[in-house]
C-alpha cells in the first residue's frame, strides 16, 4: 500500500477510486468551520476533526474505504443551555458503488457510498459521519443544574403554595358570610 505523508490538512477534493486501486492512507486534520452541516448542530465552529482514512479492496475485490474519525465539538447542553464538551470518535467502512441499484448487493457490514467517476468531496463524507454519530440529546457529564431546582422541597415553590393559601378568595368569602351573619343574629335577639 501506497501511504501519503502525513500532513496538517486533509485534501478536499479526491479520486476514491483511483485511491482504492491505488491503496492510499491519508491522514490530517479539518477545521470545523468547513463542515458547515455539522457547525449547525453545535454551539461553536472552533475546532478540528481528525481523520485517518484508507483506500483499497476488500476480499470480494469491492473498492473500499474505512477510517476512523475523532473530534472534540461543543454541543449545547440540554440541562443547562451551556456549550457542553463533547468527544466523538466514529468509524467508516464504506463500499464505493455506481448506482443504489448495486448499493442492494453489497455485504451487510459495509455501507454503500454512491460514487460517480473524477473527483469527489471526501469531507460531505466525513461531515455524514460526524452528523450520524452526534447524540440526539447532549448534556454535561456532570450536574450542571442544581437539585433544588427539580426538588418538589424548593423554597420558590413552598412560597407559591403558602401565597395560594393566604389569599384563597374564598377565604374572603367565608369572612364575610360571616360578619353578615353576626350582625343579623343580634339584631334578631334584640328585638
Same mark, same amino acid.
Given at each position: 500500500m501506497l501511504n501519503t505523508p502525513s500532513r496538517n490538512s486533509l485534501p478536499r477534493r479526491i479520486d476514491p477510486r483511483k485511491f482504492a486501486q491505488q491503496g492510499i492512507i491519508i491522514t490530517g486534520l479539518v477545521e470545523l468551520? /468547513?463542515?458547515?452541516?455539522?457547525?449547525?448542530? /453545535?454551539?461553536s465552529d472552533e475546532g478540528e476533526i481528525q481523520a485517518s482514512l484508507e483506500f483499497g479492496l476488500n476480499e470480494q475485490r469491492l473498492l473500499c474505504l474505512?477510517?476512523?474519525?475523532?473530534?472534540?465539538?461543543q454541543q449545547q447542553c440540554q440541562r443547562c443551555l451551556a456549550p457542553?464538551?463533547?468527544? /466523538?470518535?466514529?468509524?467508516? +467502512?464504506?463500499?464505493?458503488?455506481w448506482d443504489e441499484e448495486t448499493a442492494i448487493n453489497i455485504p451487510?457490514?459495509?455501507?454503500?457510498?454512491?460514487?460517480?467517476?473524477? +473527483?469527489?468531496?471526501?469531507y460531505q463524507v466525513l461531515?455524514?459521519?460526524?452528523?450520524?454519530?452526534?447524540?440526539?440529546?447532549?448534556?454535561?457529564e456532570e450536574?450542571?443544574?442544581p437539585k433544588e431546582y427539580f426538588s418538589s422541597k424548593d423554597k420558590c415553590v413552598d412560597k407559591v403554595v403558602s401565597h395560594r393559601q393566604q389569599g384563597n378568595p374564598f377565604q374572603v368569602l367565608e369572612q364575610l358570610k360571616g360578619a353578615l351573619l353576626t350582625?343579623?343574629?343580634?339584631?334578631?335577639?334584640?328585638?
Open positions: 468551520a /468547513l463542515l458547515p452541516r455539522v457547525c449547525s448542530a /453545535l454551539c474505512c477510517g476512523q474519525i475523532t473530534a472534540s465539538l457542553a464538551p463533547l468527544s /466523538l470518535s466514529c468509524e467508516l +467502512q464504506l463500499v464505493m458503488v451487510k457490514i459495509y455501507d454503500p457510498w454512491v460514487v460517480g467517476e473524477g +473527483q469527489t468531496d471526501i461531515e455524514d459521519e460526524l452528523l450520524l454519530s452526534l447524540p440526539i440529546v447532549s448534556y454535561h450536574e450542571c443544574v350582625p343579623n343574629l343580634t339584631s334578631r335577639d334584640e328585638k
